[in-house]
């Protein structure tokens, strides 16, 4: 671990904070509603200068060994690009009431996608009557093609990038209504092309659905925090895609 290293609470760290009355020792819960996701471990030290190193340290491994703190790597990339996977996916951190109300709602989302193949987190209500024009970020060319289909025979205008590179290009020359973002891609993870839509000025209020094969609650919190609107579960059943945009996009059949 180096001071530079940065931690994220866990559901489980965020529903510790909750309770009423903790039978974490003092420094350790004070350690643990200081670490946001964002800030490195030696900063948070900083702020806790008065205790003595070597038991912030010990509440630190206690922390990671009773699971309710994740340890994120380094951020290392710019707004100007989407970064190779394996960089640092900086999260939005909730406080324990925010947390507790996110998790439910990974879990409602959880649910949904086992059940209907889509869940639809937030909505963007799009200008009646105009075609929205969705960017489909997917590498597998067959299920890119079965998405455009799709989006086009239900009144859609689809343009398509295989992977973050193409994406960033299309992006630096127009702002799409909607991203249908697959989460794993050749040169990228999908959460990080999310990440750093959302901290971009220009992109940050682009609805994204993000496509993925994994749909256990950890998986959608992650999607969450990264400021998902959208799941869609892969392999989808075709109408879940469309019915998905539309419920983000507040567009009636």
């Not at 209500?125 to 025979?153: C, R, W, Y």
């Not at 991203?179 to 891609?185: A, G, Q, T």
Request: net charge negative; proline share 5%.
């Amino acid at each position: 671990m180096t001071q530079q290293t940065v931690y994220s609470k866990t559901p489980k760290g965020l529903t510790e904070l909750t309770r009423k009355k903790s039978v974490l020792p003092e420094i350790v819960h004070r350690l643990l509603g200081l670490i946001d996701g964002q800030s490195d471990i030696g900063a948070i030290f900083a702020r806790l200068a008065d205790d003595p190193a070597q038991d912030l340290q010990q509440s630190l491994e206690y922390l990671q060994t009773e699971g309710l703190i994740k340890q994120l790597a380094e951020s290392k990339h710019t707004d100007s690009d989407f970064p190779a996977d394996g960089t640092h996916i900086s999260v939005t951190e909730f406080d324990a009431e925010e947390g507790v109300a996110a998790w439910a709602e990974a879990r409602r989302c959880a649910k949904a996608l086992d059940e209907n193949g889509f869940y639809a987190i937030r909505k963007h209500p799009h200008i009646q009557g105009e075609p929205a024009l969705a960017l489909v970020i997917e590498d597998t060319e067959s299920t890119a093609f079965l998405e455009m289909t799709l989006l086009k025979n239900a009144g859609f205008t689809p343009r398509h990038a295989a992977n973050g590179k193409q994406a960033w290009e299309i992006f630096e020359t127009m702002i799409p209504d909607l991203v249908i973002l697959d989460v794993n891609l050749p040169d990228t993870n999908g959460l990080i092309i999310l990440e750093t839509l959302r901290r971009h000025p220009r992109l940050k209020d682009i609805p994204v659905i993000l496509v993925t094969a994994q749909f256990g609650e950890e998986d959608v919190m992650a999607g969450i925090r990264a400021g998902a609107d959208g799941y869609i579960f892969k392999p989808f059943q075709q109408n879940a895609l469309v019915d998905c945009v539309r419920r983000v996009l507040k567009i009636q059949a």
